[in-house]
């Protein structure tokens, strides 16, 4: 095979990659780097900066693909996103620019692995659950009007929700910032255990309004992973694209699927992030 070939070949591996990356990152909300960064390191032979670098602008991707559908289709709370995010940037701050020269990475490696691990449980204890039931708006919901409603395609109907856990939520999307900042990761997984485990809105709110959130986070830490030289055009251009056309397919896949469905994919991708962090905190890299 000449080098002209093998070079096609690396780019379609790329791309298959970063599709399945894309269709993944749309449905629970997290961005697709829990499967593009270990291929792309251990497989393609790719250099971790680099592919952290194209991660960073998959997260883009993804929230502009499927963020933009969510929004339209009116799954996302933009109200709670924007909410949310005021905490998530102070986190992000406070973790970058305070806590980061201060910190031991590897013990906070290992406490976000187990945080993650720990926030297993309450997910499978209402894995079988279609919607949360019973749940009342608290004062800051009525504040902020935080309760909406969205039609499910699976359901056939209207699905109304009301949102509570306002306070501890706001506690939870700080910590996402501050791990973010310190860690270097994406704070999309704390995004919807927010979401889901403490404010209780329906899983497709969550990662929908997810997937909104991430892309904010994503584009205000882009343009130092581009000061740093860590966006190669090589790389991110077949990443960008081919996670973009996940995107939207993984959002008509979300539509049809039972909230049950999207908690399980989330339930997984939960416990292996979980399992990730908690071996990257004793040296152990993918």
Same mark, same amino acid.
Do not use: H
């Given at each position: 095979?000449?080098?002209?070939?093998?070079?096609?070949?690396?780019i379609? =591996?790329?791309?298959v990659v970063?599709?399945?990356?894309?269709?993944?990152?749309?449905?629970?909300?997290i961005?697709?780097?829990?499967?593009?960064?270990?291929?792309?390191?251990?497989?393609?032979?790719?250099p971790?900066?680099?592919?952290?670098?194209?991660?960073?602008?998959?997260?883009?991707?993804?929230?502009c693909?499927a963020g933009?559908?969510?929004?339209?289709?009116?799954?996302?709370?933009?109200?709670?996103a924007?909410?949310?995010?005021?905490?998530?940037?102070?986190?992000?701050?406070?973790?970058?620019?305070?806590?980061?020269?201060?910190a031991?990475?590897?013990?906070?490696?290992?406490?976000?692995?187990?945080?993650?691990?720990?926030?297993?449980?309450?997910?499978?204890? =209402?894995?079988?659950?279609?919607?949360?039931?019973?749940?009342?708006?608290?004062r800051?919901?009525?504040?902020?009007?935080?309760?909406?409603s969205?039609?499910d395609?699976r359901?056939?109907?209207?699905?109304?929700?009301?949102?509570?856990?306002?306070?501890?939520?706001?506690?939870?999307m700080?910590?996402?910032?501050?791990?973010?900042?310190?860690l270097?990761?994406?704070?999309?997984?704390?995004?919807?255990?927010?979401?889901?485990?403490?404010?209780?809105?329906?899983? =497709?709110?969550?990662?929908a309004?997810?997937?909104?959130?991430?892309?904010?986070?994503?584009?205000?830490?882009?343009?130092?992973?581009?000061?740093?030289?860590?966006?190669?055009?090589?790389?991110?251009?077949p990443?960008?694209?081919?996670?973009m056309?996940?995107?939207?397919i993984g959002?008509?896949?979300?539509?049809?699927?039972?909230?049950?469905?999207?908690?399980q994919?989330?339930?997984?991708?939960?416990?292996?992030?979980?399992? =990730?962090?908690?071996?990257?905190?004793?040296?152990?890299?993918?």
């Amino acid at each position: 095979m000449g080098p002209g070939a093998a070079a096609i070949l690396w780019i379609l =591996k790329v791309a298959v990659v970063s599709f399945a990356g894309g269709v993944v990152g749309s449905i629970i909300g997290i961005g697709g780097g829990i499967i593009i960064v270990p291929i792309l390191v251990l497989v393609l032979g790719v250099p971790i900066q680099d592919a952290i670098g194209a991660n960073i602008i998959s997260v883009i991707a993804v929230s502009c693909g499927a963020g933009s559908v969510y929004v339209r289709n009116r799954i996302t709370n933009v109200r709670i996103a924007m909410f949310l995010e005021v905490f998530t940037a102070a986190g992000a701050i406070v973790g970058a620019g305070v806590l980061a020269p201060l910190a031991n990475s590897q013990i906070l490696s290992i406490l976000f692995g187990f945080t993650l691990l720990v926030a297993l449980i309450p997910v499978l204890a =209402k894995i079988a659950k279609e919607l949360p039931e019973g749940i009342q708006n608290d004062r800051m919901a009525n504040f902020l009007r935080l309760n909406s409603s969205y039609y499910d395609k699976r359901l056939e109907r209207k699905v109304s929700y009301n949102v509570t856990g306002v306070p501890p939520s706001t506690g939870i999307m700080f910590l996402a910032g501050a791990f973010s900042g310190l860690l270097g990761i994406g704070g999309g997984v704390l995004n919807v255990v927010a979401q889901e485990l403490s404010m209780k809105i329906p899983t =497709k709110v969550s990662t929908a309004t997810s997937n909104f959130m991430i892309g904010v986070t994503a584009a205000s830490g882009a343009g130092i992973y581009l000061g740093r030289g860590m966006v190669t055009p090589y790389l991110v251009v077949p990443v960008a694209s081919a996670v973009m056309v996940g995107a939207f397919i993984g959002t008509r896949l979300m539509a049809r699927m039972s909230n049950i469905r999207v908690r399980q994919v989330f339930a997984v991708v939960l416990a292996i992030i979980g399992v =990730k962090m908690v071996l990257r905190g004793f040296g152990i890299n993918y």
